[in-house]
């Protein structure tokens, strides 16, 4: 009997040997944040790259210099990208392009398990110059641990399948044969930020809501199966088959 791939990562049709049911299951962990990434950027633009470099740092050094006022010790402002592009006026068709003057672009990257503070942050970096939020995400400090408890889940929740279709067609489950797993998959909340003038009154905080977390493991589980005494009065069966639909597939002799 061939089956279909059970996760997108494996390409190859697989066989499934006779005498044993497979099962593939996935499962869901939903976790809250701990811990939020912030972009933040700086765009300068001047005549020349020196000016324009110049004008980049000053303004960055201000931006990074309320960041550390603003957030606890442990936090981390690490430098992402930085770039340096000549900006090209274009005269009539048929042309080459002039050189108008050179733009700089500096990022730096927040990490901080503040995450009710992460609106202040955010209005803070943009008071001292920020022009750019490029990116905000909230994270997980450990990822592995809300990962293990979805691969066990979707392994117990495999092997409960394979069990309830054993017993539905009266035979009995052996050895495992095979145990494949995807890698776990976290669907992290993206925040967005809407970028507003700046003026002179004080404004509330930028709202943000972290939301939740999702991981996502599937596994795909292979069982030998044994038949019970025909006195049971259990019909012959051969291979078993089942989805995360919780429907059975019974060829029919």
């Given at each position: 009997?061939?089956?279909?791939p059970?996760t997108?990562?494996?390409?190859?049709?697989?066989?499934?040997?006779?005498?044993?049911?497979?099962?593939t299951?996935q499962?869901?962990?939903?976790?809250r944040?701990?811990?939020?990434?912030i972009d933040f950027?700086?765009v300068?633009?001047a005549?020349?790259?020196?000016?324009?470099?110049?004008?980049?740092?000053?303004q960055?050094?201000?931006?990074?210099?309320?960041?550390?006022?603003?957030l606890?010790?442990?936090?981390?402002?690490?430098t992402?990208r930085?770039?340096?592009t000549?900006?090209?006026?274009?005269p009539?068709?048929?042309k080459?392009?002039i050189?108008?003057?050179?733009?700089?672009t500096?990022?730096?990257r927040?990490r901080t398990?503040?995450l009710t503070?992460v609106g202040?942050?955010?209005?803070?970096?943009?008071?001292?110059?920020a022009n750019?939020?490029?990116?905000?995400?909230f994270?997980?400090?450990?990822?592995?641990?809300?990962?293990?408890?979805?691969?066990?889940?979707?392994?117990?929740?495999?092997?409960?399948?394979?069990e309830?279709?054993?017993a539905?067609?009266?035979?009995?489950l052996?050895?495992?044969?095979?145990?494949?797993?995807?890698?776990?998959a976290?669907?992290q909340?993206?925040g967005t930020?809407?970028?507003r003038a700046?003026?002179?009154?004080?404004?509330?905080p930028?709202?943000?809501?972290?939301?939740?977390?999702?991981v996502y493991a599937?596994?795909?589980?292979?069982?030998?199966i044994?038949?019970?005494?025909?006195?049971?009065?259990?019909?012959?069966?051969?291979?078993?088959s089942?989805?995360?639909?919780?429907r059975?597939n019974?060829?029919?002799?």
């Amino acid at each position: 009997m061939l089956a279909a791939p059970a996760t997108a990562q494996e390409k190859s049709i697989e066989y499934i040997p006779s005498h044993a049911i497979r099962v593939t299951n996935q499962a869901t962990v939903t976790s809250r944040p701990d811990q939020a990434q912030i972009d933040f950027g700086v765009v300068t633009q001047a005549a020349t790259a020196q000016a324009a470099a110049d004008q980049n740092a000053q303004q960055l050094d201000a931006v990074v210099t309320a960041l550390r006022q603003a957030l606890p010790a442990e936090a981390s402002i690490d430098t992402l990208r930085y770039t340096l592009t000549p900006q090209y006026q274009h005269p009539q068709e048929g042309k080459v392009p002039i050189v108008s003057g050179y733009s700089v672009t500096n990022t730096v990257r927040v990490r901080t398990d503040q995450l009710t503070e992460v609106g202040t942050i955010i209005d803070v970096a943009l008071r001292a110059g920020a022009n750019q939020v490029t990116r905000l995400q909230f994270t997980l400090k450990d990822e592995h641990a809300v990962q293990a408890q979805a691969l066990r889940m979707a392994a117990q929740h495999a092997r409960a399948q394979a069990e309830t279709l054993a017993a539905a067609v009266g035979v009995e489950l052996g050895d495992v044969l095979s145990l494949t797993a995807s890698e776990p998959a976290p669907i992290q909340p993206l925040g967005t930020v809407a970028m507003r003038a700046q003026t002179g009154t004080f404004a509330p905080p930028t709202p943000i809501e972290p939301g939740l977390i999702e991981v996502y493991a599937t596994v795909t589980l292979t069982v030998a199966i044994r038949e019970l005494a025909r006195a049971s009065g259990a019909p012959p069966s051969s291979q078993l088959s089942s989805g995360t639909n919780e429907r059975e597939n019974i060829p029919v002799p």
